[in-house]
């Protein structure tokens, strides 16, 4: 299996541009979550997932969108691209009752 | 509000000794909690994690702690090596279904 896996590794962003981040795991979990990291905030969950179809906000959803066609994969979009987006990004997946897996993170910079 | 942090921001080792890493958190209902470690560049990697009808659990080099009357768990890592120079992460949850809550996170560091 390849677990969680998440492209680009960088990006690098005007202002106003946009952008998916995209995520996807071979793991047929149900539970699926996008995460930003940023100095001295830890993780902070933005949006998430329970299965094919469902989507929920999370702590800090605003300015981001996600759809959940499929179990495999959940893409994270930036619509409207601000500075204060510039962060590290991790998505993560788990089994309902199961140990949460995390991607490799993507970095992303806005001008 | 409901919150998960850790006591110190820093934790320095000497090679070979015993670390423990605190961590409190505030909601009473918490059933699950599981530590992370990040190295730099590198997404969290799952370590260990504890229910709350537990309260030790051991696995390689590493025991979970849970103190449920005061709210507490620790990650005791036991001839510490500098590739456990890291940031740990701890984190909780209420109920199978429910969202991961994270602390800051602590760094620690080996010292050879």
């Known amino acids: 299996n390849a677990g969680v896996t998440q492209t680009p590794k960088f990006q690098v962003l005007k202002t106003g541009q946009s952008m998916t981040l995209q995520c996807a795991q071979d793991?047929?979990?149900?539970?699926m979550s996008w995460y930003r990291q940023d100095p001295g905030m830890g993780l902070r969950l933005i949006h998430y997932s329970v299965g094919a179809g469902i989507t929920d906000q999370g702590e800090v959803p605003n300015g981001y969108n996600v759809s959940r066609s499929t179990t495999e994969d959940f893409p994270l979009r930036l619509l409207s691209a601000a500075p204060s987006q510039t962060s590290v990004y991790f998505c993560?997946?788990?089994?309902?009752?199961?140990?949460?897996?995390f991607g490799p993170g993507t970095r992303l910079l806005v001008l | 509000g409901e919150n998960v942090g850790l006591h110190l921001p820093t934790l320095s080792v000497q090679e070979g000794d015993n670390s423990i890493i605190n961590c409190a958190y505030s909601n009473s209902a918490s059933d699950y909690f599981i530590w992370y470690k990040q190295e730099s560049g590198k997404g969290p990697q799952f370590i260990i994690d504890i229910r709350s009808n537990m309260d030790k659990r051991q696995g390689q080099r590493v025991t979970v702690l849970l103190n449920k009357t005061v709210k507490h768990l620790s990650l005791q890592i036991a001839a510490t090596q500098p590739g456990d120079s890291a940031v740990y992460f701890c984190a909780e949850s209420t109920g199978a279904n429910s969202k991961l809550t994270f602390g800051k996170g602590i760094t620690l560091s080996v010292r050879p």
């Open positions: 993560a997946s788990r089994r309902t009752s199961g140990t949460q897996y």
């Open positions: 793991m047929n979990h149900e539970y």
